[in-house]
């Protein structure tokens, strides 16, 4: 199992910058490919981006593509999201997730998941 504990959000003015951390603890986190959904007020939870167990890999939702980056240091056990460019619209609590199979850009992928952590954007 993982246990997930975010950080590194905020609140930003448009254009900033910011990264988020996803400290990992338990067995093999390595073995999980991993993930960053959020959740805006009165709307679904939404796919963000993911990056595979080796970090080879990294997917992408449109909304974000170009100016968020996924990373992952497996040797720290930890999973980032560095968002550039904010807009208002990334106003979110934003989870950081872990996944075996599946369809990474679903929320219903994921079996960890962490508490979230908020990330406000004015304008």
């Known amino acids: 199992q993982l246990q997930l504990v975010e950080s590194g959000g905020g609140l930003v003015q448009a254009g900033d910058s910011l990264r988020l951390s996803c400290a990992a603890s338990?067995?093999?986190?390595?073995?999980?490919?991993m993930g960053w959904l959020r959740q805006a007020p009165g709307k679904e939870r939404e796919f963000v981006a993911a990056?595979?167990?080796?970090?080879?890999?990294?997917y992408y939702a449109d909304s974000v593509k170009g100016r968020f980056t996924i990373s992952r240091d497996n040797a720290k056990s930890t999973v980032y999201l560095q968002m550039d460019s904010l807009k208002p619209e990334d106003t979110a609590v934003y989870y950081c997730?872990?996944?075996?199979?599946?369809?990474?850009?679903?929320?219903?992928?994921?079996?960890?998941w962490g508490q979230g952590t908020q990330v406000t954007v004015s304008s």
């Open positions: 997730a872990g996944y075996v199979n599946g369809e990474v850009t679903t929320a219903k992928a994921y079996d960890y």
């Open positions: 990056i595979s167990w080796s970090g080879d890999s990294t």
């Open positions: 338990g067995r093999n986190f390595d073995s999980y490919g």
